[in-house]
């Protein structure tokens, strides 16, 4: 299975804040700027941003709650980016696998 890795993506979960959102929201099945920014050790204005990253890469989609927007996690693009971390998981696993042939076989070399 080939899969395109998307590096906007992986730029917008690559950061700690932004992974314990998504967290957040899966767990709770939603939440507000205002609600993660209680949970989390930073403002609700950062928070904002962060949601904004999120939603650009479609992680996350918004519903207008009254004064609030409320953000839940878009499963069809968290399912792509699992996707694409098994890939380069299953590329580095045969990368590292033809990397111990090679150690091995010169460890041979040097012994015989």
């Not at 403002?43 to 409320?70: C, D, I, M, N």
């Amino acid at each position: 299975m080939s899969v395109t890795i998307d590096d906007e993506l992986w730029s917008a979960v690559g950061d700690p804040t932004r992974r314990r959102m998504l967290d957040l929201l899966l767990r709770d099945g939603g939440g507000t700027a205002t609600t993660l920014s209680e949970r989390l050790p930073v403002t609700r204005q950062a928070v904002a941003k962060h949601l904004g990253v999120l939603h650009r890469v479609g992680l996350v989609h918004v519903t207008p709650s009254g004064r609030e927007r409320l953000y839940e996690v878009d499963e069809a693009q968290l399912a792509r980016a699992v996707a694409q971390l098994s890939s380069v998981g299953a590329s580095w696993d045969a990368r590292l696998h033809r990397i111990k042939r090679i150690a091995e076989a010169i460890q041979r070399s040097q012994e015989g």
